[in-house]
Each structure stands twice: as C-alpha cells, then as structure tokens.
C-alpha cells in the first residue's frame, strides 16, 4: 500500500534561516510520482513540484530545492533564507499506478517563519 | 486563467437544510475533484469526473451528491448534514484524470454544519 510520512508536525524557524522539510514514502510501484503542495491560510493548495521515480535529479527553483533519493525513499524540501510568506502547511504526496487515480497525501507540516 | 474559483467561501447551514457548493474552472481541464479537509489533516479525496462523468466516489454518504452539469463546471449538493461533516470542502482540476499530472486546486469552502 502506499504511504507517505511527515515526521515533522510543526516547524518554526528565524526569517532567513534555512529549513528543511522530511518526507518518506512507500509504494510497491516501482513508477511512481512524489508532489509538494503549499497550503497558505487562504486554503488552497498551490502546486510546488512533481518528480517521477526515474528521474533521481535533484532540482532548484529560487529559494526552492529538493533532494529525492530512492535508496531511502525519501523526497525532501529545502527553503533557503526563509521569509514570513513561506508559512504555511507544507503536504508530500504519492501517485502510483496501484493508486486508482488518488494522490496519497502525508499528513503536512505546519511551518511558521518567525520575523 | 489558472484558476480553480469556488463559491460560497463561507457557510453555514443546518441539518435540515439543503445547499450546493460551486466549482468552476476555465484551464480546458477534463478531471475534476472534491476533497474534504478537516482541520489539521491532509484533503481525503471525496469525487473524481473524468470527462464530465463521474469515475470515482471514495464511498461518500449520499447526503452528498456530486454534479457536472459540463466541463467547466462541478457542484457537490449537501442535503441533511451532520456536524461532524464540518470540514474545507476543496474543488481540483487537472488536465486529464491522471493523478500523474498536477492539480489545480480552489481556496475551498469552510463549509460549518450547525
């Protein structure tokens, strides 16, 4: 079955501090894609990235980066000199072709950037 | 135009009463979803239209019920709720119905059952 975890309930960090978000998933697909969702106050979730299994590249947008190692089944997310318009709930997830047309979203990550 | 607009924001209504939350998006997408958020959890996913007929219910009570009077446009009709289905009530699209492809997601409903 698949699963996806986010160990970290809630963060909080300084603005410009650096941060990094934890997320570990199963599945037993071996073609599979992991997502980030940002989900600010107003509700919505804003689309931040797909990666498919095959593509083990690690990618950087702005501020943005994530590291996806399939030896540890682990997708990533680092936000680099954070700022107060990065809080948010941070939400992992997994699609797969065991999956029925669902995403499997981790349980979120709340992170508060103090000023 | 990369917006997924639902309406009301906000309501509230009564066991008794019967209401329809509104999802409309113009992107040409041909999946559309509701999921059901409560407070500090992820979204569960509700309903899947794929090309404008309905491809998944994820068992919802039918004091539920979906509608998509055409591509651009869902609706989710709430007949004699229950307070425990107090929740964000989120309307998605995506291009096709592949979970593969992003989701393109609305600012939801705060839907309060009193």
């Known amino acids: 079955a698949q699963k996806v975890t986010q160990a970290q309930t809630e963060i909080s960090v300084v603005e410009k501090e650096d941060v990094t978000l934890d997320c570990v998933y199963e599945?037993?697909?071996?073609?599979?894609?992991l997502f980030w969702y940002k989900q600010p106050p107003s509700g919505e979730l804003v689309f931040l990235i797909r990666?498919?299994?095959?593509?083990?590249q690690n990618e950087i947008s702005g501020r943005y980066s994530w590291n996806f190692q399939k030896s540890t089944s682990s997708f990533n997310f680092t936000i680099t000199a954070s700022q107060v318009v990065d809080s948010a709930v941070y939400f992992c997830?997994?699609?797969?072709?065991?999956?029925?047309?669902?995403?499997?979203f981790g349980t979120g990550t709340r992170l508060t950037i103090i000023p | 135009d990369t917006e997924v607009t639902q309406t009301p924001k906000h309501l509230v209504m009564g066991m008794t009463n019967k209401k329809s939350l509104k999802c409309e998006q113009h992107?040409?997408?041909?999946?559309m979803y509701w999921y059901k958020q409560k407070a500090k959890k992820p979204p569960e996913l509700m309903f899947v239209?794929?090309?404008?007929?309905?491809?998944i219910n994820e068992s919802v009570p039918s004091r539920f019920s979906p509608e998509c009077p055409n591509s651009s446009l869902l609706n989710l009709h709430l007949h004699a709720l229950q307070p425990e289905d107090s929740a964000l009530y989120l309307c998605?699209?995506?291009?096709?119905?592949?979970?593969?492809?992003?989701?393109?997601f609305g600012q939801g409903t705060r839907l309060t059952v009193v």
């Open positions: 599945t037993r697909d071996t073609t599979y894609y």
């Open positions: 990666r498919n299994s095959f593509d083990e």
């Open positions: 997830a997994l699609s797969d072709n065991f999956g029925n047309e669902k995403l499997t």
């Open positions: 998605a699209s995506s291009q096709d119905p592949d979970p593969n492809t992003e989701a393109f």
């Open positions: 239209y794929s090309y404008e007929k309905l491809s």
């Open positions: 992107m040409g997408h041909r999946a």
